[in-house]
């Protein structure tokens, strides 16, 4: 009796059938035997089977059925009855088992006497140049574990759907009378769903042990790459329904749902994608299919998906193909935005037509998502083609451009060019002028003739295929949008061009439908000669020359990689960089890790100029540096010239921390602001890094090191603080921050004038003058929901309906996190968090609720009411890192923990201005008593003076 039977089933694959079966003769494990099931092949694949069992007459024997089954699964059931070995595995005919694969997972199910043992499949891209790796589903297999029941783990009963990468023991085969459906496509999923049922244990091992070898550009197509055909997606439907069944029998109501979610966000997503390039009849037939089975999802499916993906599958439900095809066209290209939208009752809706139905209206709802907070600039609009044809040797184009919200005014400035590009990266591309761009109902229309002929020149041999584009110029905003062909007629033949390096190979170029939808032109050749000539440039790439000139390019390429990695920057910095002299006079500033131009990095460099100072401020940046000083140098954090200009700074200035694994050089004056006292436990006070080893806190103590000066603002701090970062005590410096300078000054100023003076903030923002001006600016969360954003913790439609008459609330999120308000709320809620600086944001409010934020020391200068809105306290507290006092003991204002609560300590959120005052100068005296309104000053006279012109 063998330790394992390996069951290689083949139809019509003769050539690599060898290859699979020496993929088990060549197992680490010895005691293997192959049984080889022909599915009646009409090639040579029985005859190979046969030869390959002579050869091996003592570990491979072959067998053929009488008549082609149609699939995969009936081959399989004939195996199982023909092996004799003790555990049983799946291998197709064109794919391959990892050397030890057999060993791992017979020493699995022995060691641990499961019914089932699944290892780590990796699928191999055979198409591709360096033949694309993924993992299947890898998160299952990070580490080795043992399952009493799948139930344990739903994600691998819905994601884990092969048969191939596991080991089965063959008695619990025989006993449960496991068999895969005859003639029918996706057998895995009915059989392996019966055996995750049926087994009493089940390991998971972290080895691979399959290699899936796709084809996707192979004559004869797989099942998985037929997705078009109409059978396929009824196979697919039937195997959810029996396997539904399987689970209601059990009673596995959850299994269920995480089954239905799967099918929602990756069965019926794989044949949507190909319903744009199908015809009427095509689309009417799949959509009945869908209908009776998408009524049998539960709806709490649709609120685990993407909102595109529950959008399309309620669209196709109801059969509303005007706004599922668009929708569907989303699902393809997740960013763009391929309907005009609807606003209804404040909220924003992929579509109309369906508020009748709640349902719908919940699905549908995109309000979240925040579309309509986005200028045209930073949307990627549909641009469905409307007309396609010939006009001699030029194209003729007509298009409509989706207008969400109507984003793109009536009267709008509008001008528009098309751009051909090679797809291939750093080639060359051609521009056409767009003759006709103006608003057509709730589209942007468009039509041009574009002279391909005339003006695209090619080179010919590396720029086989060419997207095209259309940029949309909106009163100087730009936005750039890809073509859609969907249902539009390519009408017309090749039209002729001239390549710059040769017609031998390509002298026409022709119109496609890219993989995405999108039209593009591929170089064809109709000359006789063309497939000669192509023959002799391969064997030229494939011959000595070319297999050098490819080394040599990949070389490069890997060098050029080589030097922007990581690891190579550092070398830069700490063996080239840091030998360089020292620059005199030079400073580095960072804010927030290069997110903002703000805080006190700000407003040291500020001062600096305002005294006129001579000295050259370099100032980074990550991401855009379109809101940085004009009057200072920029440079992109962690590019190399951010790491020569640290290296050679007589200054640092952040509130952070510079990149960790930057070594200070000793002439480097290192002024660290901080960003804000502390309520939560820092540095070795969190009980993460406690954990951590002794190596690990060493690293990060020689990062915290490399400090020259640590600011104070009060000896909270360096109790805290300085502590936690276990700093000496010269390292401390009792200035304040430079950041509240200007509230320290504008609380002066309100006493000396007896009023408050808003400033040209409020009028920015629109706010009117007899409004009071609230700030909700909470601390970072983890953003959660069901679009991965912060979710205020108020019905922020409920604050502005009650409250909106007489404040105006600015909400403040996080620089990690981002929040979206619904348009019912606008001019009565505003959302500022893209403003770099809270500072004037801070000075403008008249009041201000916050929860655990540093913002309350800050704010606390200005002497207004503070409200404490902690709705999360306990798990925050005490299940979280700690804190390092009592907020319900310090805090200057009402602390309230509900939605009710807060709302009610609203309506007399005013009183507390008297009713919190003490507390307030309590608060003050013992968080904030050295911010006195010249730590800026006092810095740059300390560290800069001698500056001076």
């Known amino acids: 009796m063998p330790d394992v039977s390996v069951v290689v089933i083949v139809y019509n694959d003769a050539d690599r059938l060898p290859t699979a079966v020496q993929s088990v003769l060549d197992q680490t494990l010895r005691d293997v035997e192959v049984v080889i099931v022909d599915d009646c092949s009409t090639d040579r694949s029985f005859d190979v089977a046969q030869q390959l069992a002579a050869t091996h007459p003592e570990r491979v024997r072959a067998f053929q059925l009488p008549e082609n089954s149609g699939a995969g699964g009936e081959p399989r059931n004939v195996g199982i009855q023909h092996t004799r070995g003790q555990y049983v595995m799946f291998l197709d005919s064109d794919d391959v088992l990892e050397h030890n694969a057999c060993r791992n997972m017979l020493e699995a199910a022995e060691e641990t006497d499961s019914d089932i043992v699944s290892g780590l499949c990796v699928r191999l891209h055979k198409d591709t140049r360096n033949q694309k790796r993924d993992e299947w589903y890898s998160w299952l297999y990070s580490t080795t574990r ?36 005859k003639g029918m496509f996706y057998e895995d999923l009915m059989f392996i769903a019966d055996a995750y049922l049926a087994a009493e244990r089940i390991t998971l091992i972290p080895n691979q042990v399959y290699f899936w070898h796709v084809h996707e550009q192979a004559a004869v197509k797989s099942v998985t790459n037929r997705r078009h055909e109409m059978t396929n997606y009824i196979h697919r439907l039937e195997v959810h329904r029996r396997i539904d069944a399987l689970l209601e029998q059990r009673g596995l109501t959850g299994m269920k749902l995480a089954k239905d979610v799967k099918f929602l966000k990756h069965d019926l997503v794989l044949h949507l994608r190909d319903l744009p390039f199908r015809d009427d009849a095509y689309r009417q037939e799949f959509a ?18 993407l909102p595109i993906q529950a959008i399309c599958a309620y669209l196709l439900q109801k059969g509303d193909w005007d706004n599922l095809i668009p929708a569907v066209d989303t699902l393809i290209n997740r960013d763009k935005v391929s309907s005009p939208l609807a606003e209804h009752d404040g909220r924003i809706y992929w579509c109309d037509g369906h508020f009748d139905d709640a349902f719908g209206r919940q699905v549908l709802d995109v309000t979240d998502i925040g579309y309509h907070e986005k200028p045209v600039n930073q949307l990627f609009l549909r641009n469905q083609i409307t007309r396609f044809s010939e006009a001699g040797n030029a194209v003729s184009l007509a298009g409509r451009i989706t207008n969400p919200l109507g984003v793109i005014p009536e009267g709008a400035k509008l001008k528009a060019e098309l751009e051909f590009s090679a797809r291939r990266r750093s080639l060359q591309s051609f521009t056409f002028p767009v003759q006709t761009v103006r608003h057509d109902g709730d589209a942007i229309a468009w039509e041009t003739t574009a002279d391909i002929t005339a003006q695209l020149r090619p080179l010919g041999i590396v720029d086989t295929i060419w997207d095209v584009r259309l940029s949309l110029d909106v009163n100087g905003a730009r936005t750039t949008t890809r073509l859609t062909v969907s249902d539009t007629e390519l009408a017309g033949g090749p039209l002729p061009v001239r390549p710059r390096l040769t017609r031998m190979v390509a002298d026409h170029i022709e119109p496609h439908a890219s993989s995405k939808g999108h039209l593009a032109f591929r170089l064809i050749s109709e000359s006789r000669n063309a497939e000669r000539v192509q023959e002799l440039i391969a064997k030229g790439v494939r011959g000595k020359p070319g297999t050098l000139a490819k080394n040599g390019f990949r070389k490069a390429k890997a060098l050029r990689k080589t030097l922007t990695s990581g690891d190579s920057k550092l070398r830069a910095y700490h063996e080239v960089f840091s030998r360089l002299p020292i620059k005199k006079r030079t400073v580095v500033f960072e804010s927030h890790l290069g997110k903002q131009y703000s805080d006190s990095p700000r407003a040291i460099y500020e001062e600096m100029r305002r005294q006129g100072l001579e000295f050259e401020a370099i100032w980074s940046y990550a991401g855009s540096p379109k809101d940085f000083p004009k009057d200072a140098t920029l440079v992109k954090r962690w590019s190399l010239q951010y790491l020569k200009a640290l290296a050679q700074a007589e200054f640092w200035v952040d509130n952070q921390s510079y990149p960790l694994k930057l070594t200070k050089r000793p002439e480097t004056t290192y002024i660290q602001t901080w960003h804000g006292s502390a309520l939560k436990n820092m540095g070795f006070d969190q009980p993460s890094l406690k954990a951590q080893t002794r190596q690990q806190q060493a690293e990060q103590q020689e990062s915290l090191d490399r400090f020259d000066r640590f600011l104070c603002r009060t000896e909270h701090d360096a109790r805290t603080l300085a502590k936690a970062f276990r700093l000496k ?47 909700y600016a909470p601390t970072f969360r983890k953003a959660g929901g069901r679009h991965g954003r912060f979710a205020l913790p108020f019905d922020v439609e409920r604050f502005a309906d009650e409250f909106g008459d007489r404040y105006v609330l600015l909400v403040r999120s996080h620089y990690l996190n981002h929040v979206v308000l619904p348009p019912t709320v606008q001019g009565r809620v505003i959302d500022v968090s893209a403003r770099h600086d809270i500072s004037p944001i801070l000075e403008l409010a008249d009041g201000l609720v916050t929860d655990y934020s540093s913002v309350m020391f800050d704010y606390a200068l200005l002497d207004r009411p503070l409200m404490f809105f902690t709705y999360d306290y306990d798990e925050y507290v005490h299940e979280g890192r700690g804190t390092y006092f009592d907020l319900l003991e310090h805090a200057p204002g009402p602390v309230v923990r509900t939605e009710e609560d807060f709302f009610e300590t609203m309506q007399s959120f005013e009183t507390q201005q008297l009713e919190y005052a003490k507390d307030r100068k309590e608060f003050v005296a013992k968080f904030g008593e050295y911010d006195r309104g010249d730590a800026a000053q006092s810095i740059v006279d300390q560290f800069f003076a001698q500056w001076s012109r």
């Open 146 to 181: 043992t399952l009493d029941s799948v139930t344990e783990l739903p994600d691998l009963f819905v994601w884990d759907t092969l048969s191939t990468n596991k080991c089965y023991r063959r008695d619990f085969l025989i006993e449960n009378d496991l068999r895969f459906p």
């Open 288 to 305: 009945e299919l869908s209908r009776e089975y998408l009524a049998g999802i539960a709806p709490e499916a649709y609120e685990r998906v």
């Open 729 to 775: 005590e010269k390292t401390l410096l009792r200035v304040g921050y430079p950041r509240n300078d200007v509230l320290v000054k504008a609380r002066q100023r309100e006493a000396e004038l007896g009023r408050r003076e808003r400033g040209a903030l409020a009028a920015e923002l629109g706010i009117p003058a007899d409004k009071t001006v609230l700030l």
